[in-house]
């Protein structure tokens, strides 16, 4: 019998991914495109429909010829892609309208203060598992409502259309069955209550924008629309937001098995199970259904990591990112440093935007090694404080995370994560998990694997262990020393 394979699309901020899987879950053929950004002005962050297009059009492409296997082998696929990035298109014709305005766009900071004084204010968080902040999708669409006269106008016509890039891409590659997204990527577009499984009708009056315009809710199993690869329509039976891909691709599905996903920021995500907890600071997602059976997830970022490194190497600490590890090992302490990477805030626990990044405690001893050493445990500081928090809301102990994603390459910033969090890592093979989580549910949804028993596993014996092996008066020390420090960077600006 002929090759079966599974197309999984991971689309992000900075670029395009698309994997080919077989049904035993082993990789045929990758493929990956970079895509850049937009600054239109200071705070202004955008991305052009056509591009991101284009660039999931050629990772597909790089993918098949490198599996060497026709496209009419591809038997289903399915699509994870950036949250709150908000594309918008004419329904008839399918042109883009505008570009994409981006999570890290800043545009919308007054309506989010103006949105403050609304009368329901204080639901915000209850209702859409999350503080829609200026980053958030809901508050893009009320900006161009106000200000992006052709949006505004394909609204009053009754033809636009908006969604995330998992929708754009259909209707710009293929054909969609109907204009919708699954749960977890409709959330992301910070309109829909996923406790009550429906649009939170109030904000999104409150807001201007239009129901009309905005995708339908449907499972995470769906036949969500075909893409066209080559000569053959292949059904698109999965879609899934990244953060909550992650999670799922690292084999995380039963209460409290949890992941850290590293990159420019980092991101702990934890599955709460079938019913979503009480509302505190970690945001709260429906992250998939299969078979009936939701799964909820908590999730806590780390505002600045990955982006941490790339700023020391900008102030030419070091000439590129493999060089941290040499450099933090090469001393046997942080000297008395505590940096906190809090460039752009601080998130979970603290949620403070206005806080920001400070190295404190340096004399005229104070190395590189110093800095970078004192950075690593920053991160393994940040994680101590998330599982904290996420026991004490959902009642959740964390024993191990699985990781991947840029910083968790490196042996020494993954023992330190687990020596101070105390906590095991594992560290898989495979770190394409978003797209694998892709796949395996367009698998699913396409017949290939009937369960979730049925899918072929991550862990293989060719992952890596990290087990805490820190005295705890040593780890009790750095926590205690990080949260002295946070006090002095809080309310900043």
């Known amino acids: 019998m002929a090759d079966r394979l599974i197309l999984g699309i991971d689309q992000g901020g900075s670029g395009s991914r698309a994997v080919l899987y077989d049904t035993a879950g082993r990789v045929r053929g990758y493929g990956h495109r970079t895509l850049g950004r937009l600054h239109p ?27 060497d296997v026709s496209p009419s082998a591809i038997v289903a696929c399915g699509i994870t892609s ?16 505008g570009n994409a305005i981006t999570w890290q766009d800043l545009r919308t900071v007054p309506l989010v203060e103006e949105a403050g004084r609304w009368e329901h204010a204080d639901e915000r968080r209850a209702r859409l598992g999350q ?61 829909f209550d996923p406790r009550r499984r429906a649009l939170w009708d109030e904000w999104v009056d409150y807001l201007n924008i239009p129901r009309a315009a905005l995708p339908a809710a449907r499972p995470t199993l769906h036949h969500f629309g075909d893409l066209r690869i080559g ?17 799922f691709g690292y084999d995380c599905r039963a209460r409290g098995q949890a992941s850290a996903t590293h990159g420019t920021a980092s991101f702990i995500n934890v599955v709460a199970g079938p019913v979503a907890p009480p509302q505190g600071v970690c945001k709260t997602y429906l992250a998939w259904e299969v078979a009936g059976e939701p799964a909820y997830s908590l999730e ?50 603290s949620e403070d935007r206005t806080a920001r990044g400070s190295i404190l405690g340096m004399t005229l001893g104070t190395t590189p090694g110093h800095l970078a050493r004192a950075l690593l445990e920053s991160i393994g500081c940040q994680l101590r404080d998330i599982l904290d928090t996420v ?10 995370l699985r990781t991947g994603g840029g910083l968790a390459n490196s042996d020494l910033a993954c023992q330190m994560q687990a020596d101070i969090a105390g906590v095991r890592l594992v560290r898989a093979r495979d770190t394409e998990t978003s797209a694998r989580a892709a796949a395996l549910l367009a698998g699913m949804g396409a017949g290939v694997w009937a369960s979730l028993d049925d899918l072929p596993p991550l862990l293989n014996g060719t992952e890596r262990v990290f087990e805490p092996t820190m005295a705890a008066p040593q780890r009790e020390a750095i926590l205690a020393r990080w949260r002295d420090a946070l006090p002095r960077v809080r309310g900043w600006i």
Do not use: K
């Open 300 to 349: 806590a970022d780390m505002t600045v990591t990955g982006a941490a490194v790339r700023w020391l190497t900008q102030m030419r600490l070091i000439r590129r990112a493999s060089e941290l590890d040499a450099l933090a090992a090469g001393v046997h302490d942080n000297g008395g440093v505590v940096f906190v990477p809090a460039f752009t805030g601080l998130g979970v626990p």
């Open 131 to 191: 503080f829609p902040g200026a980053y958030c999708a809901a508050m893009h669409m009320a900006w161009r409502m106000r200000h992006d006269t052709a949006f505004r106008r394909a609204a009053e016509r009754g033809r636009l259309h908006v969604s995330l890039a998992a929708g754009w891409i259909i209707r710009a590659l293929g054909r969609p069955s109907e204009h919708a997204l699954d749960y977890s990527l409709l959330q992301a577009m910070t309109v």
């Open 41 to 67: 002005q200071e705070g202004w962050v955008e991305q052009r429909p056509a591009a991101l297009a284009r660039s999931v059009r050629d990772a597909i492409d790089e993918a098949v010829a490198r599996a």
């Open 391 to 400: 026991e004490h809301e959902a009642g959740l102990t964390i024993g191990e």
């Open 231 to 247: 000569a053959a329509e292949v059904p698109v039976t999965a879609m899934i937001a990244d953060q909550q891909a992650a999670l």
């Open 82 to 97: 950036q949250r709150d990035t908000v594309f918008a298109w004419d329904r008839l014709s399918g042109a883009p309208i």
